[in-house]
T-cell receptor, first 114, second 114 residues
Framework: GENVEQHPSTLSVQEGDSAVIKCTYS??????FPWYKQELGKRPQLIID?????GEKKDQRIAVTLNKTAKHFSLHITETQPEDSAVYFC?????????????FGQGTTLQVKP | GAGVSQTPSNKVTEKGKYVELRCDPI?????LYWYRQSLGQGPEFLIY????????DSGLPNDRFFAVRPEGSVSTLKIQRTERGDSAVYLC????????????FGDGTRLSIL
């Protein structure tokens, strides 16, 4: 089955700096890769996603890149703000089932210092 | 509201008791997912419904766990003979029709087994 590894587990940056979170996956058939932001005690919120037919996607200060050959994808946040502080999860769809079943990484706690 | 709704928000019960957790998906979404999130971890897949049928229940940990969605809308996750290890946040998500479509999560039910 699919396995997703996420790094780093914690990340601290100064306000205005960029933050990068990286994930690798094992199932070459996976074709959907969402990123979720989860604040303490709240629901995971979808912030951006990418499908395997695209190499990069951007939405304002957030971008995601996908390297299918290397089986890794990354989240890039530019001009970070204190409200970006949260836990970020990457996920990959289980390719063999095509049900949308998501396998999540272990999470990255991002702290943006004012 | 138009989002995924889960009740109760918190449930505390004694070991050995039976519990039911409810999920009301976004109106019109045929795909419904249950995940379990332990402290400091990413969500783990439990079961996926497409309409009324459980299309993938491969994530249910054992036969004490069962879920239904009799009318293709509201779903109930049922746990028999609860154990302390069942303590976690149980999250529900829905998407328009499954596959690689964005999944939107509810706030979850925090289950504590004493």
């Amino acid at each position: 089955g699919e396995n997703v590894e996420q790094h780093p587990s914690t990340l601290s940056v100064q306000e205005g700096d960029s933050a990068v979170i990286k994930c690798t996956y094992s199932d070459s058939a996976s074709n959907y890769f969402p990123w979720y932001k989860q604040e303490l005690g709240k629901r995971p919120q979808l912030i951006i996603d990418i499908r395997s037919n695209v190499g990069e996607k951007k939405d304002q200060r957030i971008a995601v890149t996908l390297n299918k050959t290397a089986k890794h994808f990354s989240l890039h946040i530019t001009e970070t703000q204190p409200e970006d502080s949260a836990v970020y999860f990457c996920a990959a769809s289980e390719g063999s089932s095509n049900t949308g079943k998501l396998i999540f990484g272990q999470g990255t706690t991002l702290q943006v210092k004012p | 509201g138009a989002g995924v709704s889960q009740t109760p928000s918190n449930k505390v019960t004694e070991k050995g008791k039976y519990v039911e957790l409810r999920c009301d998906p976004i109106s019109g979404h045929t795909a419904l997912y249950w995940y379990r999130q332990s402290l400091g971890q990413g969500p783990e897949f439990l079961i996926y419904f497409q309409g009324t049928g459980a299309a993938d229940d491969s994530g249910l940990p054992n036969d004490r766990f069962f879920a239904v969605r009799p009318e293709g809308s509201v779903s109930t996750l049922k746990i028999q003979r609860t154990e302390r290890g069942d303590s976690a946040v149980y999250l529900c998500a829905s998407s328009p029709s499954g596959g690689n479509q964005p999944q939107h999560f509810g706030d979850g039910t925090r289950l504590s087994i004493l």
